[in-house]
């Protein structure tokens, strides 16, 4: 008799907390898909807005070098295996927000070993804008910093354009369900 293994935790946000976030519908998508397919997954939906942080400088982090937000952030990530990431897209950029957050989380707390944060950890990328590449063009900066930190990136990333009708029909069209399926795929097998 083998013994299923137990599932891996994921914890999703997006880099908006705008109210009627593209980014955050896309989530809800791809977690209501990977119930379907990856029983081994489970997510863990979180809001950036529920987790304020200043602007990090190093002057801020002199002064207050853990807020709450910070330290309950922290211990988010410390208790899950992934990262589902969306990343919205501003001139070929990721957004502030979530520069900010993933800058704050970077820096190394008292008792912490570096990175305490991204170690060990795997992450997909998504990605939705009105435009018609969907945010494609942030989502290999968004990559290439997660990897300078040490988190292994799924090759599958994920863009949806024209996200204002794309996002608000039931199912997402049968292209995009395809290249999410890999990428959970891909997800799954990194995280064994």
Not at 45 to 58: Q, T
Not at 62 to 86: C, E, V, Y
Not at 96 to 103: E, G, I, R, V
Not at 139 to 146: A, I, Y
Request: charged fraction near 10%; charge should be neutral; glycine fraction near 8%.
């Amino acid at each position: 008799m083998s013994i299923a293994p137990s599932p891996k935790k994921v914890l999703a946000f997006a880099g908006s907390c705008r109210q009627g976030s593209f980014n955050h519908a896309l989530l809800q998508h791809v977690i209501a898909l990977a119930s379907e397919s990856h029983p081994d997954l489970t997510f863990t939906l979180v809001s950036l807005a529920d987790y304020p942080l200043p602007l990090f400088n190093e002057d801020v982090e002199a002064s207050d070098p853990t807020p709450p937000a910070l330290i309950a952030l922290k211990a988010l990530f410390a208790q899950h295996n992934g990262l589902l990431i969306a990343s919205p897209e501003y001139n070929s950029l990721p957004t502030p927000l979530l520069l900010n957050t993933l800058s704050w989380l970077s820096r190394q707390g008292v008792g912490e070993a570096p990175l305490a944060a991204f170690k060990g950890k795997v992450a997909a990328l998504v990605g939705a804008s009105p435009g018609g590449l969907g945010g494609l063009r942030a989502l290999p900066v968004v990559r290439h910093g997660l990897q300078n930190v040490g988190v292994t990136v799924v090759p599958q990333l994920v863009s949806v354009g024209s996200a204002h009708t794309a996002l608000t029909a039931p199912t997402l069209p049968d292209p995009t369900r395809a290249m999410i399926v890999t990428q959970l795929a891909q997800l799954s097998h990194h995280l064994r």
